[in-house]
């Protein structure tokens, strides 16, 4: 790991916080980023989703792209990509979707279950994890390039 990627962490009671924090994750990117989503089942990688994907211009429903593994939403001047990989069984099966061809200059791309890609993903810029201590959800977020350190550092 490089020294000079920072860390950041947050506590967030309920669903609009978590909102809040993908919406301020989102207004932060200004170039390309790939961000890895971990966490349980039901710990809020969607809910996460939604507030990034909202933030730019996304007027209807975020669902979790649980069978289509991928969502697109063209939302000028980024083209984001909302992936679920749980159902992923193979890494292979991304060869053949051609998830190679979705990490453009352009490109915002979201990631949950990234670990079901292991081998065919590059590294992320921001590594993302949700966890629930209690009845709330704490955000771990750790970059993984300069990038990724740059937008945590824009992080209130």
């Not at 063209?74 to 083209?79: D, V």
């Not at 921001?126 to 992080?155: V, W």
């Amino acid at each position: 790991m490089h020294d000079d990627y920072i860390s950041r962490e947050f506590s967030l009671a309920d669903s609009e916080q978590t909102i809040a924090l993908g919406r301020q994750l989102a207004l932060v990117c200004v170039q390309a980023t790939t961000i890895f989503l971990h966490g349980d089942l039901g710990a809020g990688k969607t809910t996460l989703s939604r507030g990034f994907i909202q933030a730019l211009g996304h007027k209807g429903n975020v669902k979790s792209p649980t069978y289509t593994l991928v969502e697109p939403y063209e939302l000028a001047p980024w083209r984001v990509y909302h992936f679920d990989l749980y159902r992923v069984c193979d890494p292979e099966e991304l060869e053949f979707m051609g998830i190679r061809d979705y990490f453009n200059s352009d490109s915002l791309c979201l990631i949950e279950w990234p670990d079901r890609g292991f081998g065919l993903l590059s590294t992320p810029d921001i590594e993302l994890t949700l966890k629930y201590i209690g009845q709330q959800r704490t955000a771990y977020l750790q970059a993984r390039s300069e990038n990724g350190s740059k937008i945590l550092a824009k992080l209130s």
